[in-house]
């Protein structure tokens, strides 16, 4: 990255999962300038495995195994049943319409009409769940769904929000976004709830700079229609129809500008729920307990 200065500042990142322990190894020179740089994964393993070590028995006791104990009454806890298997592959709800990804927006959705009035915003129109937000990388079968599957599918602190009278044109710009880097396996693809929407890949990419400016307008999103009107049509043929704008429920994650999601500043209202428990209480009383194919 680049500071302020212009000086050249070095990041470090790692793949996600928890699957290591990372070891950095830095040299500075005495101006604090990087001047080498290393290091691997560092492999984790108990003493059952050759190269394993003893557990700290206090650590053990203390935050093992009550961590243990609770994840399990989770994975006790059945909620509902579903009659399909629900695909949250990561290749799959990066890049299209899945129905776990489905599931996860119209939770967004549901939750946010069911606080509206609590929180003094309209009723939402649309939901966007991004998928990198989604992050069991797995198809859960047909059959009990219990409280942990929610914690394995949006497992981050992120809490509902609601934009207020997106115009219709910056609608457009934030699914344009959502289709910009598809090829990429980009977390920033958009699972929707409200409205559909179709897209060309080989359509102009979106590009927004590092401080949020759309530099390059993309022109892959051609057609957005709302759901509980399909004669409300958004845009056609990749233009804007005139008309008036939605209320977004959405994450605070991408509210804030996580995976460059254009909302140039606009205001929004952060609901006291968390996306998973939006979708656990979507599932339990939305639902009913019951996840069908046509849901």
């Not at 322990?21 to 691997?40: H, K």
């Not at 929180?119 to 990388?137: L, T």
Request: glycine share 10%; aromatic share 8%; net charge negative.
């Amino acid at each position: 990255a680049t500071g302020g200065d212009g000086a050249d500042i070095p990041v470090v990142t790692t793949s996600g999962q928890y699957k290591y322990i990372g070891q950095l190894e830095v040299t500075f020179d005495a101006m604090g300038n990087v001047t080498a740089f290393g290091g691997a994964p560092v492999r984790v393993a108990d003493e059952n495995q050759a190269d394993g070590v003893m557990a700290d028995a206090a650590a053990q006791a203390q935050v093992i195994v009550p961590i243990e104990n609770y994840i399990a009454d989770l994975a006790n806890t059945v909620i509902a049943q579903s009659e399909v298997d629900l695909d949250g592959v990561r290749s799959h709800v990066r890049t299209m319409e899945t129905n776990q990804g489905n599931l996860n927006a119209d939770a967004l959705l549901w939750q946010a009409r069911q606080l509206a009035a609590e929180y003094d915003v309209p009723m939402a129109d649309v939901a966007i769940q991004n998928g990198g937000g989604i992050r069991n990388d797995s198809e859960i079968p047909a059959g009990p769904i219990t409280l942990l599957d929610t914690y394995d599918m949006l497992p981050f602190g992120n809490f509902l929000t609601v934009f207020e009278n997106i115009e219709r044109d910056n609608l457009k710009e934030i699914l344009e976004n959502c289709v910009s880097a598809v090829e990429w396996v980009s977390g920033r693809f958009g699972q929707v709830a409200g409205m559909r929407f179709m897209y060309d890949p080989t359509g102009v990419a979106q590009v927004i700079d590092e401080d949020g400016n759309i530099v390059v307008e993309g022109t892959r999103v051609r057609e957005i229609v709302l759901m509980d009107d399909p004669q409300t049509v958004i845009c056609a043929d990749g233009a804007v129809i005139p008309g008036e704008g939605v209320t977004l429920a959405i994450v605070d994650f991408l509210a804030r500008g996580g995976d460059q999601y254009p909302f140039h500043n606009a205001p929004f209202v952060i609901m006291g729920v968390s996306y998973q428990q939006c979708l656990a209480n979507y599932i339990i009383d939305g639902l009913g307990g019951v996840i069908t194919a046509e849901m």
